[in-house]
């Protein structure tokens, strides 16, 4: 599934989970105009969380509450580990890869995770719909897709 494909369905999914809203008059409105303004402005209606203005806000809580994000940090060690081995031998002591890594150099260790999240976003494995501060498997994220939009 390509990223507009993705954001389509997302945006499909957050209609279905929301009701139509006239703010002015504090009414729901099903029909897509509010019965007494006669209005067809309308904000989306997530219950229990509020109302506002389109749809990025419902997707993003949607996808909080149904999907957890990447752990980064715990992905590239795994990366680095199955890479380059969990222990490093250096003198005579064994010591954890990660570990040494981080300690020695902390910049450089940052840069690669940095670059590590944007090749598995490039490589459409991750993706993010707040610039980077939360990322999501693409596979967790088609198959809530599939579960929600079949429920429809």
């Given at each position: 599934m390509c990223l507009k494909e993705i954001n389509k369905k997302l945006e499909k999914i957050a209609f279905n989970k929301t009701i139509p809203f006239c703010y002015s008059c504090y009414n729901e409105a099903p029909t897509g105009t509010c019965k007494t303004c006669h209005s067809d402005d309308l904000m989306r209606l997530l219950p229990e969380y509020g109302c506002e203005y389109g749809t990025d806000w419902v997707i993003e809580n949607i996808l909080e509450e149904n999907l957890e994000t990447v752990d980064i940090t715990e992905s590239f060690e795994q990366m680095i580990e199955d890479?380059?081995?969990?222990?490093?031998?250096?003198?005579?002591?064994?010591?954890?890869?990660?570990?040494?890594?981080?300690?020695?150099?902390?910049?450089?260790?940052?840069?690669?995770?940095?670059?590590?999240?944007?090749?598995?976003?490039q490589d459409n494995q991750v993706i993010t719909f707040d610039n980077g501060s939360n990322y999501y498997w693409i596979h967790d994220l088609e198959s809530f897709i599939e579960d929600n939009l079949e429920a429809v």
């Open positions: 890479c380059y081995g969990e222990t490093t031998k250096v003198g005579f002591l064994e010591l954890l890869t990660v570990e040494v890594m981080k300690d020695q150099d902390p910049i450089a260790w940052d840069i690669a995770k940095s670059e590590y999240m944007d090749g598995l976003e």
